[in-house]
């Protein structure tokens, strides 16, 4: 249904236009506005009552005068999903920019979404494995599980994202993930580099992008991860795919979020971003999982970068308060040249637990990961200390695990854009480099592991 | 005035109604679908709603009915092992009408009501009854008895009672005065259920984490806040005091938090049994799930829910235990409706009203002597999730000013993986005084002088710490080396508690003043043998001592705890002679 066209615009401030003397118009729903040059501009009900309706404008509301003609869409904001969405590249509302046919709806779908049912959740344990060591053994990745990267500007994130989309594999498995990749304000620069690896590793055919860049309107990126996340929906509960949404950058999303707060004259939160910006954030996150009964499942790769690398800036505080970890990559591992500068000591994998072992990985990864990251941060420690007292202070414990650290990163650490670890090479290297510290003090290694995987007792 | 009226505006969770007589927290439904809201402010003659479900769709002009009831909890066997939403709607029920996503417009009774239970009273005709008496009952589980209880605002004569298979509709007791009971009962949540009297709270609700009962024990009846910066464990706690405690009933909220966490105790809970009765756990359990996802008004909701539920039992003469993780995110559940409402906000955008809703929440708890004359009591221990990690921000606060116990996690314990990562420098109990006769008669004569020892040694361990951070510990005496590996045995063999681990996670309160004893005994043993001459590092070395240390993880420890402490001491002896 098509209703009629309105011409009674009283206000417009920042992308938002008021109006009145409407019939009563759904909260919600979707809107076209007709400029007088012809321009037709998309926008969504945010408030609505008898005497006025408040839209937010998705391109923004330059040019947008009294006169503009406002039609109801009778509907709330709905994407076509069909299977033909893989290996079609779309604009930040939904629209082709591959030159391609519009998509060819087999449904449609409401793209807030509703929420899984906690009781029809099922609990997320296929280990998956990334290829990047930092990643395997120490934060583990689960199929279904939502682990962003906490990054910050001017850091590989981009890089890493992708190594991990094109060598992330089920261990013993060649089940193939499709890609769903979400970009919110980054640059032309960025989403080529995406575009072209994608292609030219060939996942770009087994790959949705919905692409909304730094020059395109800031208000549209509200939309645009929740049309990538209603797609990703479908491939997953209906049609049965392993989805893998990847979606960067995430402080652009919040940025406009914060703009549309301020233009209706909220009370702001911290830092001036919306009081409901956790919910809003869970209303996405949360689209991640398994559920009972269906075969394929969504994980999440959410990329935020943080405002002056600082942790405890909302955006990155309030994701880490929903997703189920996050991998925090470091400046200062970058500096010292390495990739992927992954600091392992904040970053943390909330499901490790139920997808590492004797069935899924390695009988040893528990103890191995305990003690790799136990040396580390001890080692990364005394550093500290070197500084004050000297390193002829140091005990020959402590000159070990000094050394180690910087083994760690140096060899754990270390590896290029196209190595591809398998968990087993992983935890072999690290069996490696443990060997230089004294067995005595690598005392949160279980000695039946000690005895079988030791090179000492290898040989 | 009637009680149907028309929506005249949405936006998100809030709607205005006009045209309809309305009093506050009332029940209404909302448009065509009749989506259920309350009523939370008036207006001349509009009516302020906040909306359970999704409102997207729904426009001005749809019809809104008020059902002039308050938003009440059915209370009555059938509670237990129910998982519900923040508006006590069970999720299976749920599923079976919507799939697997939760869309909207569906009702759906609390507990099965066909559902046969056998009722065996305990009061005869012409019995004088009054609110809250115990009449009947029925075994609800294995583990819990479901007392019948008068409702606390009826009293009079039995004219008639039942014997034998009744669903909870049926009327089981007749009074006098034609008032006719059934096994179900409705109370609204956002009223304290009534009791005789508060009681001092005087015996601990032991958790079975040594941290928790021997430096920072919390009272049945008690509150307690945990705040923390995301990954420092206060889920862990929570879901382990859920596990473990010697509550007799659980109710567990999640209360904004991930979905995932409550499919964890779903697949979790019916395979564990309760350390303290070897009963199934889901039989005492009761969980509410309104996640971060899920509607915020439900989740402003789901804490009045949950507690109100919590007091039902307590009425019956239980010692319940509510965890609800997180408050905070109640709290900004508060906040998002309140700005909707476009109130003067407080500080942080928080309501004004913000400390004096977190105070009656914590209120709620007690230990009581109920309307039947019982003993009750609800312990509630909320989570706090303080943007940052900076407990100075207003939730924190307003907790921090009403519970008596405070367990602070820390993100730096936690980054060191010490679990559970609470600070013990800077959390506090306040109940060590009332509880202190009940662990001297259950436990030892001299449980609190222990715990004085162990947390002296560990704030000694704090000030040298600093000087080591200036010299390195070999320019320390020896004594106060000695001092330094004490207290790194506190923190290693006694904080630290793997909430994971299938045998120390739980920790029976004998084993753990035994535990601490050991440590005292390896202080009193080490002191002797250094006075004698022996060195540190052999005294440190001695095998048995990790032995010791390492026993935790076995079963049978408390039986063998004593003879390998005395191995100990004299291996420590011995290293005298060695020199
Ligand atoms: N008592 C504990 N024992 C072992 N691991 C723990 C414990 N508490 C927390 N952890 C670890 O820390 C992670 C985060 O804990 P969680 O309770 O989810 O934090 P929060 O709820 O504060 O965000 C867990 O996934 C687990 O790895
Ligand atoms: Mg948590």
Redo the contacts between chains.
């Keep these: 249904m098509t209703g009629k066209e309105y011409r009674t615009i009283t206000d417009v401030k920042g992308p938002l236009v008021f109006l009145n003397k409407t019939e ?6 979707i809107v076209t506005l007709r400029l007088s040059n012809g321009t037709i501009k998309n926008g969504q009900v ?5 005497d006025l309706v408040i839209v937010q404008v998705f391109e923004g509301t330059s040019k947008i005068d009294r006169e503009a003609g406002v039609t109801f869409m009778g ?2 904001f709905k994407l076509p999903v069909s299977t033909d969405l893989v290996g079609r590249i779309l604009d930040g509302a939904g629209r082709p920019r591959d030159g391609g046919p519009e998509i060819v709806a087999e449904q449609k779908e ?1 793209i ?13 344990n296929d280990f998956i494995q990334t290829g990047v060591s930092a990643i395997d053994l120490c934060t583990s990745l689960v199929r279904g599980q939502k682990l962003p990267i906490f990054s910050a500007s001017g850091l590989p994130h981009n890089d890493i994202a992708l190594q991990i989309a094109r060598q992330a594999k089920l261990k013993d498995s060649d089940e193939e993930f499709v890609v769903v990749f979400c970009a919110m304000g980054i640059t032309a620069e960025e989403y080529n580099f995406f575009r072209s690896d994608l292609e030219r590793t060939g996942a770009l055919e087994n790959a949705v992008l919905f692409v909304n860049l730094a020059d395109d309107p800031a208000v549209e990126r509200i939309i645009t991860p929740r049309l990538a996340l209603t797609a990703a929906e479908y491939l997953a ?1 209906e049609k049965d795919y392993h989805v893998l949404v990847i979606y960067t950058d995430m402080t652009n999303y919040c940025d406009a979020l914060r703009q549309i707060g301020a233009a209706r004259e ?5 830092r001036g971003y919306p ?2 910006m ?2 809003d954030l ?2 996405l996150y ?2 991640a ?1 398994l ?4 075969k394929g499942s969504i994980t999440q790769f959410p990329i935020l970068t943080m405002p002056g690398d600082d942790i ?3 955006i990155p ?2 994701s ?3 997703t ?3 991998i925090v990559i470091s400046r200062e591992l970058h500096q010292q040249g390495i990739y992927p500068p992954i600091n392992v ?2 970053s ?1 994998s ?2 490790m ?1 139920s997808c590492i072992g004797e069935k899924t990985t390695r009988e040893d990864h528990k103890s191995v990961s ?1 003690q790799m ?2 040396a580390y ?1 001890q080692g990364r420690e005394l550093r500290g ?1 070197v500084a ?2 000297g390193e002829d ?1 140091l ?1 020959e414990r402590d000159k070990q695990l000094l050394d180690f650290s910087g083994v760690f990163e140096d060899k754990f650490l270390r590896q290029t854009r196209d190595e591809d670890r398998s968990i087993e090479e992983t935890l072999d290297l690290c069996w490696t480099l443990m060997s230089s510290i004294d067995t005595k003090y690598l005392v949160r290694l279980d000695q039946k592991w000690i005895d079988k995987y030791h090179p000492d007792n290898k040989a | 005035m009637s009680n149907e009226g028309v929506i ?5 969770p809030v709607v ?1 109604a006009t045209g309809m007589s309305a009093a506050m927290y009332d029940v209404v439904r909302v448009g065509h679908e009749g989506l259920m809201g309350e009523v939370i402010e008036l207006h001349g003659e509009k009516a302020v709603i906040q909306v359970y479900e ?9 019809p809104v009915l008020n059902t002039q009831e308050t938003l009440s909890v059915s209370l009555g066997p059938g509670l237990l092992t129910q ?1 519900y939403d923040g508006i006590q709607r069970p ?2 029920t ?2 079976k009408e ?6 909207r417009g569906v009702d759906a009774d609390a507990f099965d009501l066909e559902k046969i239970w056998t009722f065996e009273p305990q009061v005869a005709v012409g019995d004088e009854v009054v609110g809250g008496q115990v009449i009947g009952h029925v075994q609800e589980t294995e583990t819990i008895i479901h007392k019948i209880m008068v409702p606390p605002t009826a009293n009079g004569t039995v004219k008639s009672i039942e014997s034998g298979d009744f669903n909870v509709t049926q009327t089981i007791c007749v009074l006098e005065d034609g008032t006719e009971m059934q096994m179900m009962q409705k109370w609204p949540v956002r009223t304290p259920r009534p009791f005789q009297q508060k009681y001092a709270p005087d015996t601990p609700l032991i958790t079975g984490m040594r941290i928790l009962d021997f430096l920072f024990p919390l009272a049945k009846g008690g509150a307690a806040g945990i705040p923390g ?3 420092s464990g206060k889920t862990v706690t929570q879901q382990s005091l859920a596990k473990y405690s010697d509550a007799q009933l659980v109710v567990y909220i ?1 209360c ?1 938090e ?3 966490e ?3 105790v ?2 979790e809970f019916p395979h564990l049994i309760d350390p303290n009765t070897g009963k199934p756990l889901m039989e005492r359990t009761v969980m509410i ?1 309104n ?4 509607p ?1 008004a439900a989740r402003e909701a789901s804490v009045y829910t949950g507690i109100t539920i919590a007091e039902y039992f307590r009425d019956m003469g239980y010692d319940v235990a509510l965890m609800a993780d997180s408050t905070s ?1 109640w709290a ?1 559940a508060m ?2 409706i309140s ?1 909707r409402l476009e109130e003067m ?1 407080g500080e ?2 928080y309501p004004a009203y913000l400390s004096s809703r977190i105070a009656e929440f914590y209120e709620r708890a007690g230990r009581v002597e109920t309307l039947s004359g019982d003993d009750g009591s609800v312990t509630v221990i909320g989570a706090v ?1 303080p ?4 407990i100075s921000e207003p939730v924190s606060q307003g907790t921090l000013r009403i519970v008596k116990v405070f367990w602070g996690l820390d993100a730096g314990l936690a ?3 010490h679990f559970p990562a609470i600070n013990w420098l800077n959390s506090y109990s306040l109940y060590p005084q009332s509880l202190d006769q009940w662990f001297r008669d259950n436990i030892s004569q001299d449980f609190p002088e222990v715990r004085t020892q162990i947390s002296g040694l560990l704030q000694i361990e704090s000030e040298l710490q600093e000087i080591v ?4 510990s ?1 320019a320390l005496p020896t004594d106060q080396q000695l001092t330094l590996e004490v207290a790194r045995m506190i923190r290693e063999f006694f904080l630290q508690q793997n909430g ?1 681990h299938d045998v120390d996670a739980y920790c029976d309160i004998h084993l753990q003043y035994k535990m601490a004893k050991a440590i005292l005994s390896f202080q009193d043993a080490a002191k002797s043998a250094m006075a004698s001459g022996a060195q540190l590092n052999d005294v440190v070395n001695v095998p048995s001592r990790s032995d010791l240390m390492r026993g935790r993880f076995e079963k049978g420890y408390v039986d063998a705890i004593e003879s390998m402490v005395d191995t100990m001491t004299a291996e420590i002896a011995a290293t005298v002679e060695d020199n």
């Design positions: 009563p118009v759904a909260f919600g729903e945010l408030d609505t009552s008898d509907d709330v409401d807030i979404g509703a929420a899984i049912n906690p009781y029809s959740r099922q609990s997320p509960f909220e009370v702001p939160g911290r009081g409901y956790y919910t869970a209303m949360e689209r999982g559920v009972k009964g269906k405890t800036h909302p505080d309030l880490g308060y929903i189920e970890g996050q000591l904040p943390l909330r499901l637990g305990d990251y136990a941060a200390l004050i007292v202070a005990n | 005249y505006r949405i936006s998100g205005t999704d409102t997207s769709g729904i426009r001005p002009g749809e998982i999720l299976p749920l599923e919507m799939g697997v996503f939760i869309t910066p995301f990954g999640g904004g991930r979905g995932n409550m499919t964890e779903l697949d799930a996640t971060s996802n899920m915020v995110r900004e906040r998002e700005s906000p942080e955008g999730s943007p940052g990690g900076d980054r060191q993986r951070q200036l010299v390195g070999d994971f």
